[in-house]
């Protein structure tokens, strides 16, 4: 009745946090697999995170839910037997050259590159952050501050990214920056995981070549579940991808939230 | 290999705009029939409409992906031979009494209610807006300036929502109340339809009884596609829902945006 195809692949363990493989290097790889040329651009693409996969094999299966003229519409799943990561997406063709017909706000203002310093792989205490080996991200200061036990109480971080091999950015890793950064809530001094329940990025055109501006924010702590809003800019100034998830959170005994200065 | 539990449903013609059933009414539609007693919330719902159903008979089809302890995740379909609605939605328990942990920015500010007139589901030209027959939505006219021709160039529209029937909101109502609000690209003077690509809803607790504050923005139109945000906010100032839609506008030959006042 349905018409599903299926796909090996095997889940490069250099991406993982500690042994867990990053949420936007699952969906990029997942969504690569399901676009084709007459749609070859994400438009709007939605993953549940049902359980953690890990690296290693893994089966991809695409399902094509309706092809049209304009804008195809597919099912993906990630699967170690049991489902790991499902996903909904719509893709279609952004044009090159595409302007504005109408817009509001615009990029995060960051410090020049030159007075980033790149986020590490490496955290203290060992635990590895996999996609900071494939994504040179260059964090404006103000909004990691947690790192030296400082938090500014903001729960907003801000980074230049780009692809570790100095590659310009592709429509594909807009969906591995769009989950990124790291979570907002260190800014508030909570420095426990933060995993994704849901992940939608919007894609809003295709990259300019060079750096792409990244600024996470998110509006509501509560009942143990967080948003966070990720937007990317291009280096010709254009929005490129908006993206929300909600995630979980823990806070430990007797925390209280930073007063934003 | 899956497990799937197929539901006949009648989709009501009198949420129909024109003759297609409204977006928010299908999904929660959906949603209802996927929720069980353990985990009776509706989270995240991501939902893709893939082609747009007819009112009359269709078929729900429930896939339970994963059932977890605090949280289970379950993919929906619904269709009338072909897919026309896909979704996936992680639902759970939301705590009656959750207050924030952190939180910034408010409700929107909306003239009192009785300032505000009800949205008429009878537009001129004789179409019928379904969704205006069963949620009584009251306007903020400073928003809907256009209705006399009048748009204001905000991308911005700001309402009170409660039920027709004058219930309480239920969290299944918040689904329909953040698909519920006019297009934003009316205030911009582009008065055509504006089909959802795409909608997620985030749901971030239970509505208190009363009156629900929506306000609904955009950022970026361009190359046919908008995002449309919405906000949901209760009676008791509390943030319970956060959406956001990618969909589809055309422009009119000659059209040029007007300017904010």
Same mark, same amino acid.
């Given at each position: 009745?349905?018409?599903?195809?299926?796909?090996?692949?095997?889940?490069?363990? *250099?991406? *993982?946090?500690?042994?867990?493989?990053?949420?936007?290097?699952?969906? *990029?790889?997942?969504?690569?697999?399901?676009?084709?040329?007459?749609?070859?651009?994400?438009?709007?693409? *939605?993953?549940?995170?049902?359980?953690?996969?890990?690296?290693?094999?893994?089966?991809?299966?695409?399902?094509?839910?309706?092809?049209?003229?304009?804008?195809?519409?597919?099912?993906?799943?990630?699967?170690?037997?049991?489902?790991?990561?499902?996903?909904?997406?719509?893709?279609? +063709?952004?044009?090159?050259?595409?302007?504005?017909?109408?817009?509001?706000?615009?990029?995060?203002?960051?410090?020049?590159?030159?007075?980033?310093?790149?986020?590490?792989?490496?955290?203290?205490?060992?635990?590895?952050?996999?996609?900071?080996?494939?994504?040179?991200?260059?964090?404006?200061?103000?909004?990691?501050?947690?790192?030296?036990?400082?938090?500014?109480? +903001?729960?907003?971080? +801000?980074?230049?990214?780009?692809?570790?091999?100095?590659?310009?950015?592709?429509?594909?890793?807009?969906?591995?920056?769009?989950?990124?950064?790291?979570?907002?809530?260190?800014?508030?001094?909570?420095?426990?995981?933060?995993?994704?329940?849901?992940?939608?990025?919007?894609?809003? $055109?295709?990259?300019?070549?060079?750096?792409?501006?990244?600024?996470?924010?998110? +509006?509501?702590?509560?009942?143990?579940?967080?948003?966070?809003?990720?937007?990317?800019?291009?280096?010709? $100034?254009?929005?490129?991808?908006?993206?929300?998830?909600?995630?979980?959170?823990?806070?430990?005994?007797?925390?209280?939230?930073?007063?934003?200065?």
């Amino acid at each position: 009745m349905t018409d599903i195809t299926a796909y090996d692949v095997d889940l490069d363990a *250099s991406w *993982s946090i500690g042994d867990k493989p990053h949420g936007g290097y699952l969906l *990029s790889t997942m969504i690569g697999l399901a676009l084709d040329e007459e749609h070859p651009h994400p438009m709007a693409v *939605s993953a549940h995170y049902v359980s953690s996969p890990d690296a290693g094999p893994a089966t991809v299966e695409v399902e094509r839910l309706r092809t049209g003229r304009r804008v195809s519409t597919s099912r993906v799943r990630l699967r170690q037997s049991e489902t790991k990561v499902e996903a909904l997406f719509s893709h279609g +063709r952004w044009s090159a050259d595409a302007t504005p017909l109408w817009s509001t706000g615009g990029p995060p203002v960051l410090p020049p590159l030159d007075d980033c310093p790149r986020a590490p792989a490496e955290r203290p205490g060992g635990q590895r952050i996999g996609q900071l080996d494939h994504v040179d991200m260059r964090v404006d200061v103000a909004t990691t501050m947690w790192a030296v036990g400082a938090p500014a109480g +903001r729960a907003e971080v +801000r980074a230049w990214l780009r692809r570790d091999d100095g590659d310009d950015p592709s429509v594909l890793d807009l969906l591995v920056f769009a989950d990124a950064l790291p979570p907002v809530t260190f800014d508030l001094g909570l420095m426990g995981w933060v995993p994704t329940l849901e992940l939608t990025v919007h894609v809003r $055109g295709l990259p300019a070549p060079g750096w792409v501006r990244a600024v996470q924010r998110a +509006r509501l702590l509560q009942d143990g579940w967080i948003d966070e809003e990720c937007e990317l800019w291009d280096s010709e $100034g254009r929005l490129v991808a908006q993206a929300r998830q909600l995630a979980g959170y823990r806070v430990p005994d007797g925390w209280t939230p930073p007063q934003a200065s």
